[in-house]
Nanobody, 114 residues
Framework: QEQLVESGGGWVQPGGSLRLSCAAS????????MAWYRQDPGKQRALVAR???????NYADSVKGRFTISRDDAENTVYLQMNSLKSSDTAVYYC????????WGEGTQVTVSS
């Protein structure tokens, strides 16, 4: 059964940091470009960052220099290190395979406020 489980969200003050984790089924993760997305209420899900199976990364302009995506192939897990968080980063964060997305997980809520 294909599964994506995001974790690590929470409340943080502006300027703070969080590290998100996404445990994926091997059928989703292996040899796949994995990505993090975020969604504000009433808005479409937006791509935040992606990492290829070879470790190449790409970021949305809004998070460049602040967020780092990485992957652990032994654990079928993808991470998102988020630093210098802003209120505009508040959203539900999801991970998925970049091409041919699987069923979406529940996501993890990130709230940045003072």
């Amino acid at each position: 059964q294909e599964q994506l489980v995001e974790s690590g969200g929470g409340w943080v003050q502006p300027g703070g940091s969080l590290r998100l984790s996404c445990a994926a089924s091997a059928s989703i993760f292996r040899h796949s470009t994995m990505a993090w997305y975020r969604q504000d209420p009433g808005k479409q899900r937006a791509l935040v960052a992606r990492v290829t199976s070879g470790g190449l990364t790409n970021y949305a302009d809004s998070v460049k220099g602040r967020f780092t995506i990485s992957r652990d192939d032994a654990e079928n897990t993808v991470y998102l290190q988020m630093n210098s968080l802003k209120s505009s980063d508040t959203a539900v964060y999801y991970c998925n395979r970049f091409l041919s997305p699987a069923d979406w997980g529940e996501g993890t809520q990130v709230t940045v406020s003072s």
